[in-house]
């Protein structure tokens, strides 16, 4: 599969290039940014090419990758899709639901394959324990504390406009609910929201199998208290997510091999667009509801 990569960012540098690179069934094709000089860079750090032009990329390719704000991701992603360009997106899947039901209907229309990478749905360890939990079922109560300290530390990430703009709760918002909805299942409603310090926010939810979550969502921790930690409690008893120290870009190849599965097969992922789009209008309730 020829793959093309849209971005140029911290995150294209740090993970979608260097595993697109270093995929065996993947033809790394080119790279298109915002800023030419950085595409250029980029592409060459990887033996490949600069597109001046998205849409003569779009032209060379079987699928994108898309490292970009939420807001250019979603309008890129429905013309690649028009295209005949299968999608490995990145969360969250656009700024607004309007713009994610866009995405998410281009792909039903054209039939291109999509993969979302929610990162701990691609690590090894977590996605066992998702698993796992799922099939049990009977959970009472969950409680997800996605806490960063991107704005307070040195994060390649702090001067992000679009996590400025958006905060948390869209930002490690999506990983808290890829986690929360295949266990909990879907969200009937948002029952309450609030803020915290800094952007941080407290977000209750009621899910259809009768289950009740909080997620509090942060990317201004102080560094001493970071971290992500998920605890569901019911007829088992009490889980906790396990902690993973596997790479993003390892996990990112996996969103890779999930995106030629699925091209293949024609089977959607658990991650497609249409899930992205079901976090995406969760996540707009919430943002309602503050």
């Known amino acids: 599969m020829r793959i093309g990569l849209l971005g140029t960012g911290p995150w294209a540098r740090m993970v979608h290039a260097p595993a697109l690179s ?29 597109y001046d032009d998205v849409d003569a990329l779009f032209a060379d390719v079987d699928a994108v990758a898309v490292a970009l704000p939420p807001d250019v991701q979603a309008e890129l992603a429905v013309r690649a899709a028009h295209a005949g360009c299968h999608l490995l997106l990145d969360k969250p899947l656009a700024a607004t639901a309007e713009r994610g039901r866009a995405v998410a209907e281009a792909v039903r229309e054209t039939g291109v394959a999509s993969v979302v990478f929610f990162t701990t749905r691609f690590q090894t360890g977590p996605e066992s324990w998702i698993t796992e939990q799922a099939g049990r079922g009977g959970w009472f109560t969950a409680r997800a504390e996605w806490l960063g300290a991107v704005f307070g530390g040195q994060s390649p990430f702090a001067a992000s406009p679009w996590r400025r703009e958006k905060g948390a709760l869209w930002d490690v918002g999506p990983h808290a609910l890829s986690v929360l909805l295949p266990v909990l299942g879907d969200v009937r409603a948002v029952t309450a929201a609030a803020h915290g310090p800094g952007d941080t926010v407290h977000v209750v939810l009621d899910h259809v199998g009768g289950a009740s979550s909080t997620l509090t969502l942060s990317l201004t921790a102080p560094p001493a208290a970071a971290g992500a930690v998920v605890e569901l409690r019911g007829e088992a008893g009490v889980s906790v997510l396990p902690d993973s120290t596997e790479a993003a870009v390892s996990a990112f190849a996996r969103a890779a091999d999930a995106l030629l599965a699925t091209a293949r097969d024609g089977r959607p992922h658990p991650c497609d667009a249409a899930f992205a789009l079901r976090v995406t209008e969760i996540l707009a309730a919430a943002e309602a509801a503050l």
């Open 22 to 50: 270093g995929h065996g069934e993947l033809d790394f094709a080119g790279v298109w940014g915002r800023r030419a000089a950085a595409a250029g860079e980029l592409a060459a750090e990887h033996g490949t090419r600069a």
